[in-house]
């Protein structure tokens, strides 16, 4: 759903959805053990510190470079993000949960409060994404709240299988 297609009630909706996913993955995590933290999820997805450093990185790296970039730049290429690499290059499972927590709750914070922000004039602006093709910053919003229910979904499966 494209945010300019919202009404103001409806936009500040999604905006609250996109800021109660920090609190969402700290209430999940609080309940774990030092051993749950890193235990992977069914076909070998992401463990919960895996899940958390991912979203941290994505939100910085992904999601808040491409904000950046379509206010700034006139048309600009915007590189994908390969989460999968970056988890393996970093090692997620050997970082801090608690740390992976606030990063992504400060960046997670700092985005929306750039797209609340946004002149109405800067919704229109757009780039080409690398395996997506055209994106405008009005698609952005849209695009974290997809992104954060696939991960609820993961999460979900996770507890499933893990017995948590």
């Not at 494209?2 to 969402?24: H, S, V, W």
């Not at 994908?80 to 970056?86: I, K």
Request: hydrophobic letters at 40%.
């Amino acid at each position: 759903m494209q945010y300019m297609k919202l009404d103001t009630i409806g936009r500040e909706e999604l905006l609250a959805e996109l800021e109660a996913m920090p609190d969402f993955l700290e209430e999940f995590c609080a309940r774990l053990s030092a051993e749950q933290i890193t235990l992977p999820g069914p076909q070998g997805s992401f463990s919960p510190v895996e899940q958390v450093w991912h979203l941290a990185d994505l939100e910085r790296e992904g999601f808040g470079a491409r904000i950046d970039r379509l206010r700034r730049e006139s048309d600009p290429h915007l590189p994908d993000f390969d989460g999968a690499a970056v988890a393996a290059a970093r090692n997620y499972r050997s970082m801090s949960l608690t740390v992976g927590l606030k990063a992504f709750k400060a960046a997670r914070m700092r985005n929306v409060q750039e797209l609340r922000h946004m002149t109405e004039e800067a919704w229109s602006r757009s780039g080409t994404q690398e395996g997506l093709g055209k994106v405008s910053l009005c698609d952005i919003p849209s695009m974290i709240r997809e992104h954060d229910v696939a991960h609820r979904q993961e999460i979900s499966r996770w507890q499933q299988g893990a017995g948590a």
